[in-house]
């Protein structure tokens, strides 16, 4: 295996192990020293593929978004084609909330990575990226839908956007199981009928 | 000064003890040693008054708890009388975003305790029985305007009530300055606006 593609994939198999930590046993568990027990590296092997904590952190964050992303796509790609903006809204909404295991961890991975960054201004500058760039490809796909009489013209897309974006609030609920998960998508696709209206 | 009296504003500033670390700090710094110190105690002192540091963080979320709603109240009694359930569902969700110093503080706090109740079954109780009643409290509040026809009576309580909870998402994008106070606001008014959009 070329060196490249193998550390590549030690960084990811290091990252996952990160993951399942914070799922299972949570974020105050997720020391270097743990990481490399349940990657099954020793502690000089992990520190090898990540010279700080930090740097671990980043990397499994994007590797999470990376995996979101890719499960977002699939998601997309079986339904008819091209999606109707409200499904891609709706497929988004769907795979950042923890309805599933696999969307579970990587919620779980950012509500710690989130509260970590509140008080590190690197980590929270590459969040910030992130999510604007989340907030930007949404807001661009409600022009769109407007452009294409989908969404009422009085709506105001820079609001529509910042709503869909904290819809995201329904992760918490429903890892606090206060909200069950039939709830959250009644809820979201209520909103997403209201925002759609003109249409029908 | 009466013991129970001395105990119960011992107990509260140790709280915002935790509080200010959280804030200022990040949750990782929040060890019992390290409150001991920021509330002037020794540890020993600190064990007297929590005998675990669960009970620390429980006690300090209910005093948060207490503390906004309290602002809440403060808020609400500023306004003409009796206030407007709009106005009512505005406040409370402004007071619970970190729109300012205290409402940051206890936010953040919030944010920690969430994190930590994934993984912790009593605190995760506990915190799901404060949710449960403040859900209980907006579709109340929700029911009352319905039947004073301030919202359309085709609306249904339960999802108005979640769609306003998911709106508390705003907190992260806030914390992560993605989004600005005036937007979060802008946002919430829409939002406001769709659900009492009968009346006027």
New interface residues.
């Given amino acids: 295996m070329p060196k490249q593609v193998d550390h590549r994939e030690r960084r990811e198999s290091i990252a996952r192990a990160l993951w399942r930590i914070v799922d299972?046993?949570?974020?105050?568990r997720a020391t270097m020293r743990e990481v490399a027990r349940e990657a099954g590296v020793s502690l000089g092997q992990l520190q090898h593929y990540f010279v700080s904590r930090a740097e671990m952190l980043t990397f499994a964050m994007e590797h999470a978004a990376e995996q979101t992303s890719d499960r977002v796509e699939q998601h997309l790609d079986s339904l008819d084609q091209p999606p109707h903006p409200r499904e891609v809204l709706r497929v988004v909404l769907t795979e950042l909330l923890p309805l599933q295991p696999d969307a579970r961890a990587t919620s779980?991975m950012n509500?710690?990575y989130?509260?970590?960054?509140?008080?590190?201004p690197t980590l929270?500058r590459q969040?910030?990226i992130g999510?604007?760039d989340g907030?930007a490809m949404i807001e661009s796909l409600i022009r769109q839908a407007m452009e294409h009489g989908q969404i009422p013209p009085d709506r105001?897309p820079?609001?529509e956007t910042?709503?869909i974006?904290?819809?995201?609030?329904?992760?918490?609920?429903l890892?606090?199981?206060?909200?069950e998960p039939q709830?959250?998508l009644?809820?979201i696709d209520?909103?997403l009928d209201?925002l759609f209206r003109a249409e029908s």
Same sequence: chains 1, 2.
């Fill in positions: 299972q046993q949570g974020w105050a779980r509500a710690a989130v509260l970590e960054a509140m008080h590190d929270q969040i910030g999510l604007r907030r105001d820079k609001i910042d709503l974006l904290a819809l995201t609030g329904f992760a918490t609920l890892e606090l199981n206060v909200v709830e959250a009644a809820a209520q909103h209201r």
